[in-house]
Nanobody
């Protein structure tokens, strides 16, 4: 089992920045591909970003490319999502997820069902 706890959400004005953190406990963090997903009110949960075990392979949804950066610190068992130039349409509950997978980040890591463990989520609200 892996427990995931997100933090860092909040209210920010458009154009501002936030950094989300996801702390993992339980099993060896470095064996997991980590992903961030988000769910806006009335919408389906969507993929945001993913990072491989070593931190040198990443993927992003087009709408956040160039504004968001996913990273990880395996020594701290934590994955981060740095969010810059935030827009009102980024408002959502952001959740991290872990996939016990030794491969590099691929298309399947954009799919929710690929992931084995999920956090509870943290709210991000961007005002206009």
């Amino acid at each position: 089992q892996v427990q995931l706890v997100e933090s860092g959400g909040g209210l920010v004005q458009a154009g501002g920045s936030l950094r989300l953190s996801c702390a993992a406990s339980g099993r060896t963090f470095s064996r997991f591909i980590m992903g961030w997903f988000r769910q806006a009110p009335g919408k389906e949960r969507e993929f945001v970003a993913a990072i491989n075990r070593g931190g040198d392979s990443t993927a992003y949804v087009d709408s956040v490319e160039g504004r968001f950066t996913i990273s990880r610190d395996n020594a701290k068992n934590t994955v981060y999502l740095q969010m810059n130039s935030l827009k009102p349409e980024d408002t959502a509950v952001y959740s991290c997820a872990a996939d016990d997978d030794r491969s590099n980040v691929g298309y399947r890591h954009r799919i929710q069902s690929e992931y084995d463990y999920w956090g509870q989520g943290t709210q991000v609200t961007v005002s206009s």
